[in-house]
């Protein structure tokens, strides 16, 4: 496979969807919340009801500029909606209202890291637009169901250049994306809910050729999962393809998670012609610096500064501090832990990105569900910090914590973990082990060092692993001589 694919190379452009987390639509009062009985949150303009007037949500405008200041781009002070025409049975405008030759954004970037690498991607624009109803095909035989609750949800598109080069590549920049929109708080990021979803446009083209291929692209993926399946999915069959003497036409393609093939929709002499022009009922959108600058005032601390200075004032290494920095809650809940507990950074990076997040993943929780509390956690640290308990048997505390409300100490009391630092009983153990075990001592005298971790083992085994280890080594060296 690897080496068949050896002299092509493929480019790949991704075009997001984000909802914008606004309460109301973007040309109407109605609301946007996920879930409703079908039809019940659909008004008159969304509906698209003769004599009604759509009015702009300054709101998912805000959304919009916030993002732009976010990846650098151009904010524009002048930009225009534009009806895109198509006759489609969820959509009963007959158009949908998006941005077209003015969009509201544009030229940016976001840096994505691969394979230890850092690559900036340039993003072309952004622009606003309304989402279409939806389409429901079962429970209905023979017949589609028609909900319109999602008709005029304010929607960004943000159409990255055509600079990502492999599945790996596009997977990085849509999980960064998803980062980006959930800190600062435009998207709830939600991707079974379709909040956060992609089509992704692929080509293949011979190694150091400087010309495109032909591109097809994949509509609605929302899973990063499958944005990395179909990507590949589609290049291989790309590559076959032209192997094979054919040739890639441009067009649209659907995929099949279920079977992981893409299927063609339609091809680009089916494509609609979108007949785009400027919305007569709405008026272009001027941004001024004004505004600007008050939204730039409220842009919270962006994941890639946060991630440096996570590194500089913690003295945490890239991995943990990209980790640590990946969602706000997860960083919020690493500085509240340095904060509660007075302990060591790197202790609290540990326990979150080890036992933490590993139980969270297990159980399918939200670090904002977690069971244990920064509170909490900070509790067993304290207790692993001031030596009461070693941490192995903090793993075992922290079992008990996350079943149930108990605090670190409550369980260390009621179980008796305390740590035995009574060197009086520590030392009578290790007499008794050396005397039992005449061989293994002749082994380590003779220089077979790595006997000693045997006597270590039976010693804290014998102690139901609550000596403090240090002492239990120290002793022991002083008594194997
Ligand atoms: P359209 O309006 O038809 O969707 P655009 O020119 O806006 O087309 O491009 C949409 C997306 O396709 C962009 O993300 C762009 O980077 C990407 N793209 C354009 N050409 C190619 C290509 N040859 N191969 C892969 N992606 C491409
Ligand atoms: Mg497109």
Same mark, same amino acid.
């Given at each position: 496979?690897?080496?068949?694919?050896?002299?092509?190379?493929?480019?790949?452009?991704?075009?997001?969807?984000?909802?914008?987390?606004?309460?109301?639509?973007?040309?109407?009062?109605?609301?946007?919340?996920?879930?409703?009985?079908?039809?019940?949150?659909?008004?008159?303009?969304?509906?698209?009801?003769?004599?009604?007037?759509?009015?702009?949500? @300054?709101?998912?405008?805000?959304?919009?500029?916030?993002?732009?200041?976010?990846?650098?781009?151009?904010?524009?002070?002048?930009?225009? /909606?534009?009806?895109?025409?198509?006759?489609?049975?969820?959509?009963?405008?007959?158009?949908?209202?998006?941005?077209?030759?003015?969009?509201?954004?544009?030229?940016?970037?976001?840096?994505?890291?691969?394979?230890?690498?850092?690559?900036?991607?340039?993003?072309?624009?952004?622009?606003?637009?309304?989402?279409?109803?939806?389409?429901?095909? %079962?429970?209905?035989?023979?017949?589609?169901?028609?909900?319109?609750?999602?008709?005029?949800?304010?929607?960004? @598109?943000?159409?990255?250049?055509?600079?990502?080069? *492999?599945?790996?590549?596009?997977?990085?920049? !849509?999980?960064?994306?998803?980062?980006?929109?959930?800190?600062?708080?435009?998207?709830?990021?939600? !991707?079974?809910?379709?909040? /956060?979803?992609?089509?992704?446009?692929?080509?293949?083209?011979?190694?150091?050729?400087?010309? /495109?291929?032909?591109?097809?692209?994949?509509?609605?993926?929302?899973?990063?999962?499958?944005?990395?399946?179909?990507?590949?999915?589609?290049?291989?069959?790309?590559?076959?393809?032209? @192997?094979?003497?054919?040739?890639?036409?441009?067009?649209?393609?659907?995929?099949?998670?279920?079977?992981?093939?893409?299927? *063609?929709?339609?091809?680009?002499?089916?494509?609609?012609?979108?007949?785009? $022009?400027?919305?007569?009922?709405?008026?272009?959108?001027?941004?001024?610096?004004? $505004?600007?600058?008050?939204?730039?005032? +409220?842009?919270?601390?962006?994941?890639?500064?946060?991630?440096?200075?996570?590194?500089? +004032?913690?003295?945490?290494?890239? @991995?943990?501090?990209?980790?640590?920095?990946? *969602?706000? +809650?997860?960083?919020?809940?690493?500085?509240?832990?340095?904060?509660?507990?007075?302990?060591?950074?790197?202790?609290?990076?540990?326990?979150?990105?080890?036992?933490? &997040?590993?139980?969270?993943?297990?159980?399918?929780?939200?670090?904002?569900?977690?069971?244990?509390?920064? +509170?909490?956690?900070?509790?067993?640290?304290?207790?692993?910090?001031?030596?009461?308990?070693?941490?192995?048997?903090? #793993?075992?505390?922290?079992?008990?914590?996350?079943?149930?409300? *108990?605090?670190?100490?409550?369980?260390?009391?009621?179980?008796? &973990?305390?740590?035995?630092?009574?060197?009086?009983?520590?030392?009578?153990?290790?007499?008794?082990?050396?005397?039992?075990?005449?061989?293994?001592? %002749?082994?380590?005298?003779?220089?077979?060092?790595?006997? /000693?971790?045997?006597?270590?083992?039976?010693?804290? #085994?014998?102690?139901?692993?609550?000596?403090?280890?240090?002492?239990?080594?120290?002793?022991?060296?002083?008594?194997?001589?």
């Amino acid at each position: 496979m690897e080496n068949y694919q050896e002299n092509w190379e493929s480019v790949i452009g991704l075009e997001i969807h984000a909802q914008l987390a606004t309460q109301s639509k973007i040309f109407s009062g109605a609301s946007t919340a996920y879930g409703a009985e079908p039809n019940t949150q659909a008004c008159a303009v969304d509906l698209g009801l003769p004599g009604v007037l759509p009015v702009l949500n @300054e709101q998912a405008v805000s959304f919009a500029v916030k993002f732009g200041l976010a990846i650098d781009a151009e904010i524009a002070p002048y930009s225009v /909606f534009a009806r895109k025409n198509y006759f489609y049975p969820d959509l009963p405008k007959g158009y949908q209202i998006s941005q077209f030759e003015l969009p509201i954004v544009g030229n940016g970037h976001l840096d994505i890291d691969v394979d230890g690498e850092t690559k900036r991607i340039g993003i072309t624009r952004a622009h606003l637009e309304e989402d279409a109803g939806k389409s429901l095909h %079962e429970s209905f035989h023979g017949m589609s169901g028609i909900d319109l609750n999602r008709a005029g949800t304010p929607l960004l @598109e943000i159409v990255s250049e055509p600079e990502l080069r *492999s599945a790996k590549e596009a997977v990085a920049y !849509m999980r960064k994306m998803h980062e980006l929109v959930r800190y600062l708080g435009i998207c709830d990021g939600n !991707m079974q809910e379709g909040s /956060f979803r992609c089509d992704a446009n692929v080509s293949v083209r011979p190694k150091g050729q400087q010309e /495109f291929g032909t591109r097809a692209e994949i509509k609605n993926i929302n899973s990063f999962k499958f944005v990395e399946k179909a990507i590949n999915h589609e290049i291989e069959r790309q590559i076959e393809l032209i @192997e094979s003497g054919g040739k890639v036409v441009q067009e649209t393609r659907l995929y099949d998670a279920n079977k992981d093939e893409t299927r *063609s929709m339609r091809s680009k002499e089916e494509a609609n012609d979108y007949r785009y $022009f400027p919305d007569p009922d709405l008026l272009p959108v001027e941004i001024t610096e004004i $505004f600007k600058a008050q939204i730039k005032a +409220q842009l919270p601390e962006l994941p890639a500064a946060k991630k440096q200075r996570f590194t500089e +004032q913690y003295g945490l290494d890239c @991995e943990s501090a990209g980790i640590l920095t990946s *969602s706000r +809650q997860l960083s919020d809940y690493f500085e509240s832990l340095v904060k509660e507990s007075l302990c060591e950074a790197k202790l609290c990076a540990n326990w979150i990105t080890g036992d933490l &997040l590993a139980s969270l993943n297990k159980t399918d929780l939200d670090i904002a569900d977690s069971p244990v509390s920064y +509170q909490r956690l900070a509790g067993l640290l304290i207790r692993i910090n001031d030596q009461t308990i070693s941490g192995k048997i903090a #793993k075992q505390v922290f079992e008990l914590m996350w079943q149930s409300n *108990s605090t670190a100490d409550e369980i260390i009391d009621e179980k008796g &973990l305390k740590q035995i630092t009574d060197t009086g009983a520590i030392e009578a153990i290790i007499d008794r082990i050396i005397a039992e075990n005449p061989g293994q001592v %002749e082994q380590y005298l003779s220089g077979k060092d790595k006997v /000693f971790g045997f006597f270590v083992g039976q010693v804290m #085994k014998e102690m139901q692993g609550k000596a403090n280890p240090a002492e239990v080594n120290k002793m022991l060296k002083a008594k194997l001589k």
